[in-house]
C-alpha cells in the first residue's frame, strides 16, 4: 500500500502547529501494516515539514568554481553560527579572498552585536571571526536583521518510505 503525497502532506497538516514566521521541523510518521498468509508487509511513511527564513545568499564567482566547495553551505553556516556563539546567520557571500574559495557569513549576536565569519569552502576551516560592537556593531546588526527580517520564508518537505516485507513461515 504506497501512500500519495498529497495523503502525506496532510498527514503533516494534523501535527499541529502554524509554521509561519519560525524556524521549525515537525514530523509525523504512518505505519500501515498488511498480513496475509503468506506475508506481513509493515510500510512506514515518515513526513518532515521544515519552514524558516531564507538566509540571503550571494555567489560572487563562476558557477563553476562555486560547485568545487566542498563544505556545503549550510555547514558554513553552522561553523559560523557556532563559531559566533550560536548567532543567527543574516546573510551570506561565496567569494574569493587572497586566493581561497571562501564563504563570508553575517552573524547576528544575541546582545545586539554582529560578526563576520570567513569559512574556507574546500576545508571549513575558519580563515576571519570578527565580532563587532559599539555603535558600529548596532549598526550592522540592524541592517542584518532587516535583511532576515525580509527574506522570504521558505518551507520543504521530506517524505521517506519504507517497506518491509516478512514471509510468514
Do not use: C, W
Not at 510518521?29 to 524558516?52: F, Q, Y
Not at 568545487?68 to 551570506?92: C, H, P, Q
Not at 560592537?133 to 518551507?155: C, P, S
Amino acid at each position: 500500500m504506497r501512500m500519495s503525497l498529497s495523503s502525506a502532506l496532510a498527514g503533516a497538516a494534523i501535527l499541529g502547529a502554524t509554521l509561519a514566521g519560525s524556524a521549525a521541523a515537525q514530523t509525523s510518521v504512518t505505519t500501515t501494516t498488511v498480513s496475509t498468509p503468506e506475508a506481513t508487509t509493515t510500510n512506514v511513511e515518515t513526513v518532515t515539514l521544515k519552514t524558516g527564513k531564507k538566509v540571503p545568499f550571494t555567489s560572487k564567482v563562476a558557477p563553476s568554481l562555486a560547485e568545487t566547495a566542498k563544505i556545503s553551505r549550510e555547514e558554513a553556516f553552522n561553523l559560523a553560527s557556532e563559531y559566533a556563539k550560536d548567532g543567527e546567520v543574516s546573510s551570506a557571500d561565496l567569494e574569493t579572498k587572497d586566493g581561497r574559495l571562501v564563504y563570508e557569513v553575517k552573524v547576528l549576536n544575541k546582545n545586539k552585536k554582529s560578526s563576520e565569519v570567513v569559512v574556507d569552502a574546500m576545508t571549513g576551516e575558519v580563515v576571519k571571526a570578527q565580532q563587532y560592537g559599539g555603535v558600529k556593531g548596532r549598526l550592522i546588526h540592524h541592517k542584518e536583521n532587516n535583511k532576515l527580517n525580509h527574506a522570504a520564508t521558505d518551507t520543504t518537505v521530506e517524505v521517506k518510505s519504507t517497506t518491509t516485507v516478512t514471509p510468514k513461515p
